[in-house]
């Protein structure tokens, strides 16, 4: 059988399983008596298996095999979790993760994790803690008990209590298709089935034999149902390779007999079995009439609008499809091209002044305007797939460094274009380990500045305009002003008399710099030196920035902004000489007209007043040895004033041509980081405009 | 024996120049060229290329050649090499040929002020034609012209 078309399919979904097994492991780990969670667990770790086991990846089912026993014992409430067993389960997450990272890298995914199972084992046992050598043939006797079909205490409790409130309870005989070649993968539709529709209470054989096709070609499960015995009936047999599903209703006197029966005989299943066909066939003559009749017969037309009826309301407003990010990228760039031509047109419309045209060009404007969000919205990623894997970071970190620290994430949901998802990242990462090692102090610190022993460290994400800001503030220390000084003054980063005239802003950069670390001792987590001025060329190279706040004793904050998309921007188009180059309407802070009388010289640097303070002005002939055009010289000049950070300039261009959404291009490997350019665009006229990098040019 | 390529044939000044015509996209006439500021005086700009920005380069200026006004004959040759897209601008380019590499001898140590590095080999054609072939990723290997022009600071 050729796997290789799920591959991508099993990748994409067991990444996504391992997420949510580790944010619900996070949630049970702050409330660990929440039953519920664990069960939701359990659905994750047991789908990963199923999965696993049908792909062939042995290992991948077995470590989620022992997961699920502890689970299992945990939900049923025979287990309590405690330290041990969470870091346990964490570690068994961790060795997962590494696995389904080797399978997507074309590995068979194996790995050994012969300790991780001992101690799952042991965790099952009991005796952890005690012994850590693990006893193979103990374990596999001990599930040999767990496979009988043998409703306990806890079931029994459970389906009387389903009776009770109304909901419908039935017993299902699954008879497989002699020739089905992965009856394993059939079971396991079938139980995926039940489980969107109900709960399933015991099965015979147990699920995991069933996953690993550890059995003949029937089973049998009891079965809480959300929907009544016809859907069922019709939602069982729609799955194909199925030859026969016999449901019984069971009612609380054929319960009761259930359970007398099988105190008497509880050691033969198959009698077991027998007894329960016979009382519940006595106690609930309506047996499936058609059952016989039409076995594996084709969908009725009826059961898909029943089954998604009832799907909904369980997975409400996930209706998704998964798309190949290059048929996205495709269609942003045939998108693109459609933007230039409609620039195109409206320069023909306008010039060409006919009534017809110019309502047909403003319509299409219109439309692909509304296109052009919708293509862009499509590449939008919630920043939360950068996120989630942050507290599990942080819990990890914070234990290793013996620091207590809160994680408070907001903004989740907020949304930026795929590429700056892509790239964002390590970035983040760096920016939190920063803020935990070195940021919050430890607990003996803490309680001695009279803060609380846990550390608050808060991840922010927020719109604002055309950007996004990530923010990550921490309540610690910090920055030590005098520190930072000192150390880029003996790196040779800033010269002893610069350092005294720095605001703390310019003094925060330093630590930006190049080789500017200020950790005393180099630790695991950071403070090698490099990181920070990577950080900040990564951000600088997405088109961001980053800045950083802080007060002495109370904590610093970092906070990062990036653009919306880095596809398409709105940009201004301005000529310079006979050239026309974009500028981002982002960086720009208006536009006005300077005469040449004003501008001063200030110690071989042009400067002119603006508002309350002076600001550098320069010509962007100058900046790019522009051909001077050949107008007369005039004594004012159009001028655009442009924001990076705090800080403020003036460019001097010749003439602005307008405002006008531009799509990005790259220069091309040849010319890669050219001075002052960020970008190339294509006008409306195909002449290529460089855009200008105004970040590069204030310094 | 050696193998039969074809080569696109193009010619800077008196010289003929050969490449392989695998690695060449397209061949276009001179189209508008954007000047890109502050790179090397050889590299004229980049061009529209159906929507893809192509930088081009003057091919006379990489060897160091005098470069000339171009003429309606100047073409821009679209080469792809190592995934990278430039155009050469050459004086003409107007022939196809096949060629036995067998044909190419390894280059002296001159050809026309070109670096022997930049060329694959030289082939004689006919009775007294020369045909020069280019080594393309040498030609469009920035590391050496970045060292060059540290030395002559």
């Given at each position: 059988m050729e796997m290789n078309q799920y591959l991508s399919m099993f990748i994409d979904e067991s990444t996504d399983h391992l997420q949510s097994l580790n944010d619900n492991m996070m949630q049970l780990e702050n409330n660990?008596?929440?039953?519920s969670i664990v069960q939701v667990i359990f659905r994750s770790a047991h789908t990963l298996k199923g999965m696993s086991a049908t792909m062939g990846f042995s290992d991948l089912a077995s470590l989620t095999h022992q997961m699920e026993n502890v689970l299992d014992l945990v939900r049923n409430n025979e287990l309590k979790m405690n330290e041990f067993i969470f870091d346990t389960l964490f570690k068994s997450l961790d060795a997962l993760e590494t696995m389904v990272q080797d399978i997507t890298q074309g590995?068979?995914?194996?790995?050994?994790?012969s300790h991780i199972v001992a101690a799952l084992q042991s965790i099952v046992r009991g005796d952890y803690g005690q012994a850590g050598a693990s006893n193979e043939a103990q374990i596999s006797g001990a599930q040999n008990t767990t496979t009988e079909f043998r409703l306990d205490e806890y079931q029994y409790a459970v389906l009387e209590q389903s009776i009770n409130t109304g909901l419908p309870v039935f017993y299902l005989d699954v008879v497989i298709r002699e020739?089905?070649?992965l009856k394993g993968v059939r079971a396991y539709m079938v139980f995926n089935a039940l489980e969107e529709n109900g709960?399933?209470?015991?099965?015979n054989p147990s699920v995991q034999d069933i996953e690993q096709e550890k059995f003949d070609r029937s089973f049998s499960v009891y079965y809480i149902s959300k929907i009544d015995q016809e859907s069922l009936y019709q939602l069982i047999s729609?799955?194909?390779?199925?030859?026969r599903v016999h449901i019984l209703p069971v009612d609380e006197e054929s319960l009761i007999q259930i359970s007398q029966e099988d105190e008497q005989v509880n050691e033969a299943t198959s009698q077991i079995l027998q007894a329960v066909r016979e009382t519940a066939a006595t106690a609930a003559p309506?047996?499936?009439?058609a059952k016989e009749a039409a076995?594996?017969?084709?969908?009725?037309?009826?059961k898909p609008a029943a089954s998604t009826g009832s799907s909904t309301s369980s997975h409400?407003?996930?209706r998704t499809i998964r798309v190949d990010i290059d048929r996205l990228d495709v269609l942003m760039n045939l998108f693109s091209e459609l933007l230039i031509d409609r620039v195109r047109l409206e320069q023909l419309a306008s010039d060409l002044k006919s009534q017809d045209l110019t309502e047909t060009v403003e319509h299409m404007a219109r439309v692909s305007g509304d296109l052009q969000n919708i293509v862009l919205k499509l590449r939008m990623v919630p920043i939360d797939t950068v996120f989630n894997r942050f507290p599990r970071m942080i819990r990890d970190l914070a234990k290793s460094l013996d620091k207590k620290v809160d994680l408070v994430i907001t903004g989740a949901d907020t949304e930026l274009d795929r590429t700056v998802i892509e790239e964002i990242g390590d970035p983040l990462v760096h920016l939190l380990r920063n803020a935990v090692d070195h940021g919050i102090e430890s607990i003996a610190e803490r309680l001695e500045a009279g803060k609380s022993d846990t550390g608050t460290l808060e991840l922010r994400a927020f719109h604002s305009g055309n950007s996004v800001f990530i923010e990550i503030q921490d309540d610690?220390?910090?920055?030590?002003r005098e520190k930072v000084l000192k150390t880029a003054i003996k790196n040779g980063v800033v010269r002893a008399d610069e350092a005294n005239a720095m605001t703390d802003e310019q003094v925060y950069q330093l630590?930006?710099?190049?080789?500017?670390s200020t950790a005393d001792k180099v630790s695991d987590i950071s403070?090698?030196?490099?990181?920070l001025d990577v950080v900040k060329s990564k951000i600088l190279s997405l088109g961001g920035n980053v800045t950083v706040d802080s007060n002495w004793g109370s904590g610093s904050k970092f906070s990062v902004q990036l653009p919306l998309t880095l596809s398409i921007i709105a940009a201004m188009l301005v000529r310079v000489g006979e050239e026309k180059y974009a500028l981002p309407?982002?960086?720009?802070?208006e536009t006005m007209i300077v005469e040449h009388k004003n501008i001063r010289h200030v110690h071989g640097s042009t400067m002119i007043d603006y508002r309350e303070s002076v600001i550098p002005i320069v010509s962007l002939a100058d900046v790019f040895d522009c051909?001077?055009?050949?107008?007369v010289e005039k004594d004012t000049s159009d001028v655009i004033v442009i924001r990076k950070g705090e800080r403020l300039a003036a460019f001097m261009v010749d003439d602005f041509i307008g405002q006008s959404e531009i799509v990005i291009k790259t220069?091309?490997?040849?010319?890669?980081?050219?001075?002052?350019?960020?970008g190339a665009t294509i006008l409306g006229d195909g002449q290529v405009a460089l855009i200008i990098d105004p970040n590069a040019l204030v310094k | 024996m050696g193998e039969d390529i074809k080569v696109i044939v193009f010619a800077l000044g008196t010289e003929e120049y050969g490449v392989e015509?695998?690695?060449?996209?397209t061949i276009e006439r001179l189209t508008p060229i954007t000047r890109v500021p502050k790179?090397?005086?050889?590299?004229?700009g980049v061009i529209n290329l159906r929507g893809v920005v192509v930088p081009v380069i003057d091919l006379r200026g990489r060897f160091g050649l005098p470069e000339t006004a171009h003429t309606e004959h100047t073409r821009i040759i679209i080469v792809n090499v190592n995934d990278m897209e430039v155009g050469f601008i050459v004086d003409t380019a107007n022939d196809v040929i096949d060629l036995n590499t067998d044909l190419i001898e390894s280059p002296p140590e001159v050809v026309g002020g070109?670096?022997?590095?930049?060329?694959r080999g030289v082939a004689k054609i006919g009775n007294d034609r020369l045909l020069i072939m280019l080594n393309l990723p040498e030609v469009l290997n920035k590391q050496e012209i970045i060292q060059l022009e540290d030395m002559g600071e």
């Open positions: 660990p008596d929440d039953i590995g068979e995914g194996k790995a050994d994790v020739d089905c070649v709960e399933v209470v015991k099965s729609s799955i194909s390779e199925i030859e309506v047996v499936q009439a076995p594996d017969r084709p969908a009725a037309p009826s409400a407003g996930s610690g220390k910090g920055i030590n630590l930006f710099a190049p080789g500017f403070g090698r030196g490099v990181g309407l982002s960086s720009i802070v051909p001077k055009s050949s107008e220069l091309g490997k040849y010319l890669k980081n050219i001075y002052g350019i960020s | 015509v695998d690695s060449v996209k790179t090397y005086h050889f590299v004229k070109i670096k022997a590095k930049y060329l």
